[in-house]
DNA sequence: CAGCGGATGTGCT
DNA sequence: GCACATCCGCTGG
């Protein structure tokens, strides 16, 4: 993989994350999350780790509250991105997914690096790692500025299949969400059972 | 390896 | 006004 052919590759369509949010989080294991900072050198990184967010049913999400002005865009049209501050200090982005008017979201917890992260191809203790979410923004440059960016635009940041198989997939509570009542027990993260890449918490 | 604190937006009271 | 959050790096034992 190189950043050339991956910049070629077509973003995934709207269409993709116009589905049920649990499938298409499980379908984004494995796809490239392709990267143009302005005037800097392009990322690419494989998707290992991912968590489904069910909208306003589900007590773990931003959504349970309604279209609050944060969450609002989780119940706008899918294929776009939702990015947040948690903490005062760290980002994390979601994928907005459902139909039109149905909230739901994946946040996308951890990748592999495979182009511009240093070290290309691989070594796990590269200087911007990717394991968890706040790491994963930080070392993508993703901020607020980018929230609201068109996923299917496919300009400074989308989503691509570059036809690898599926990896082999594991599921589990999400991360964090231990106030969520019955939902915090909820499989609905997941993760390449195989990545060493995915976050260890 | 458990514990803790950072720094701020968000949503409820 | 205020408690708390889809986290992470540092500290001390």
Known sequence: MTEAIASRLPPLPRAFFARPTTTVARELLGKLLVRRP???????????????????RDAASHARRGPTPRAAIMFGPPGFLYVYLIYGMHHCMNFVTETDGVAGAVLIRAAAPLVGFGGDGGDRRARH??????????????????????????????????????????RSARIGVEYAGEWAARKLRFFDARSPYVCGA
């Open 38 to 56: 302005a005037g800097r050198p392009a990322l690419v990184a494989r998707v290992v780790e991912v968590e489904a967010y069910l909208g306003v």
């Open 129 to 170: 790692p990717l394991t968890g979410p706040g790491k994963l923004c930080a070392a993508l440059a993703i901020t607020r500025a980018n929230n609201g960016h068109d996923l299917t635009a496919g300009r400074d940041f989308f989503v691509a299949d570059d036809g690898s198989p599926a990896p082999r997939r594991a």
